[in-house]
């Protein structure tokens, strides 16, 4: 079996920054970037958006799966391998400097000296009966990235959540909408005070306590209604929508770590502050996989260059050994 000095996980922008920083590096980077792993398509989260107007360099904007195939074909032009293959575990040995074992779904083992994880994490939705068809053509899970696009400008737009993240989403949408509302199962918020003080009292923010959205009404273009059901008293209605945003939530794509990384309550890798070292010598991560702030294309590949830099550190201490 071959020993790999560096493997790479995942297939977003964290891991095909790291793929071409170290490709360039003559590292030879072995990448996987998996076959439908936590639902998405090789490529990551920017493959299921339309236009991607915020990551510098396209003054135009850019559809997210053309993005993800350039970076995946600058990858490829400075020697990175690409292997379709979802990763299923990876062997971690007691001995420090030894290679790691990675098991593939479909059970092929290959061995490698530095590992850096970029698995990323998938955004929780509510499957609706009409959310395949207006999946970004007025439904979206992330506000920051998609709300200034112009089909959401002067619309009212329907946020679902009840967290932090549902109200910062909310509170960003402000800036664009003609009134923002925050459906919420419950009658009341599990957001931190501070953000509920600034939704609560916020003049185009409006909470619509104890309900939730059972599905979206549209021309096949773009949504132009959502249906919304009212617990207490009972109550189907309808409301003009030109957008509804999922704020439910993200689950990083750590299940097939098994328990060797430390992750934190919410599943994703910890990292150590203001660097890509888990509490494995030798494996890195990168991108949402370790980030529950951020979650943006550029955040993502900042942090696959530090990955990168970190795992040539690592490789040329190795060595010196
Ligand atoms: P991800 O993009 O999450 O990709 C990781 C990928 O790795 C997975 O999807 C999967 O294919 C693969 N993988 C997972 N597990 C394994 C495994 N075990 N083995 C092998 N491969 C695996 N950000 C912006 O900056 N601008 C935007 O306009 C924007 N729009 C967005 C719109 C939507 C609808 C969504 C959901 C997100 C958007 N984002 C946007 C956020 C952005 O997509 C993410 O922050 C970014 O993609 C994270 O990159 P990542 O490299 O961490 O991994």
Known sequence: MVNEKLVIIGSGPAAHTAAIYSGRAELSPLLFEGFMAGGVAAGGQLTTTNDVENFPGFPEGISGPLLMDKMREQSLRYGCRIVTKTISGIHINEKPFEPFVLNTADNEEYLADTIIIATGATAKTIELPNSATYWQKGISSCAVCDGALPIFRGKDLFVVGGGDSACEEALFLTKFAKMVYLVHRRNELRASKIMQRRVLGHDKIEVLWEHEITNVLGDEKV????????????QVYEKAAGGLFFAIGH????????GKITLDKDGYIVTEKGSTKTNVLGIFAAGDVQDKKFRQAVTAAGTGCMAFMEAEEYLNTKDSK
């Open 251 to 258: 689950k990083p794509n750590t299940d097939f770590l098994g």
């Open 223 to 234: 949504i132009k209604k959502v249906v919304l059901k009212k617990s207490e008293p009972s």
